[in-house]
Antibody, heavy 121, light 110 residues
Framework: EVRLVESGGGLVQRGGSQRLSCAAS????????MSWVRQAPGKGLEWVAN????????YYVDSVKGRVTISRDNAKKSLDLQMSSLRAEDTAVYYCARYRCSSSSCFIDYWGQGTLVTVSS | QSALTQPASVSGSPGQSITISCTGT?????????VSWYQQYPGKAPKLMIYDVNNRPSGVSNRFSGSKSGNTASLTISGLQAEDEADYYCSLYINTTTLGFGGGTKLTVL
C-alpha cells in the first residue's frame, strides 16, 4: 500500500522559514518523480514543485521560486520542502504527492494526508 | 502556468448523471490527452478518479468516466449517489515542469 505521511507544518511568522517532510512507503520511491501541492483554506489545489527521481531536476511554480527548495533522500525514502521568506499567501495545507509518469504524460496518483502551514503576521 | 476553468458548482439527484467541464486554452489542450480528475471530500486528501482523459485507476467505480473535445475536458458521473458529493478538480499535464489544476467544482447530490 502506497503511503505518504507529511510532517513539519505549524504556525510560523511572516518572513520566517519552515521545513516540511514526507515519509514514503509501499513503493519504490527512487523510481518516481515526486511533487508538493498546496491548498489554501477554502481554495483549490495549486501545484508547488516537482523533483525528478534522482533529484537532478527541480521545478517550481512562479510564486515560490527563490523562496522554496524541494529535495529528496532516496535512501531514506523522504521528500522535503524547505520554505523561507514566508508570506500570508503561503498559508495552506501542503500535500506530498507521487507524480506518476508514463512515456507520454504525468499525473499525481497518490497523495498524503497533508500538513497545514499557517503564516501569521 | 495553465489556467483551467471549471463551474463552481453542479448538482443532481440520486440516479441521475452529471457532467463537470474543464476548459482551457487551445495552447493548453491542443493535442494533449493528459487530463486527470480528482475527488476531494472536506478535510481529506484528493483521490485520483480519471487519468489520461478517460482511464480509471483500479478500484474507481465505472460510474465515473472522462472525455475531451477541443479545449474542454469533462468528467461524467452516472447513477449519482449520495457518496459522490464532494469537490472535483481537473488537472492538465503540460510537461514535467508544469502541472495545472482547475479551480474545482462542488458537486451537490440533492
Amino acid at each position: 500500500e502506497v503511503r505518504l505521511v507529511e510532517s513539519g507544518g505549524g504556525l510560523v511568522q511572516r518572513g520566517g522559514s519552515q521545513r516540511l517532510s514526507c515519509a514514503a512507503s509501499g513503493f519504490t520511491f527512487s523510481t518516481y518523480w515526486m511533487s508538493w501541492v498546496r491548498q489554501a483554506p477554502g481554495k483549490g489545489l495549486e501545484w508547488v514543485a516537482n523533483i525528478k527521481q534522482d533529484g537532478s531536476e527541480k521545478y517550481y511554480v512562479d510564486s515560490v521560486k527563490g523562496r522554496v527548495t524541494i529535495s529528496r533522500d532516496n535512501a531514506k525514502k523522504s521528500l522535503d520542502l524547505q520554505m523561507s521568506s514566508l508570506r500570508a499567501e503561503d498559508t495552506a495545507v501542503y500535500y506530498c504527492a507521487r507524480y506518476r509518469c508514463s512515456s507520454s504524460s504525468c499525473f499525481i496518483d497518490y497523495w498524503g494526508q497533508g500538513t497545514l502551514v499557517t503564516v501569521s503576521s | 502556468q495553465s489556467a483551467l476553468t471549471q463551474p463552481a458548482s453542479v448538482s443532481g439527484s440520486p440516479g441521475q448523471s452529471i457532467t463537470i467541464s474543464c476548459t482551457g486554452t487551445s495552447s493548453d489542450f491542443g493535442s494533449y490527452d493528459y487530463v486527470s480528475w480528482y475527488q476531494q471530500y472536506p478535510g481529506k486528501a484528493p483521490k485520483l478518479m480519471i487519468y489520461d482523459v478517460n482511464n480509471r485507476p483500479s478500484g474507481v467505480s465505472n460510474r465515473f468516466s472522462g472525455s475531451k473535445s477541443g479545449n474542454t475536458a469533462s468528467l461524467t458521473i452516472s447513477g449519482l449517489q449520495a457518496e459522490d458529493e464532494a469537490d472535483y478538480y481537473c488537472s492538465l499535464y503540460i510537461n514535467t515542469t508544469t502541472l495545472g489544476f482547475g479551480g474545482g467544482t462542488k458537486l451537490t447530490v440533492l
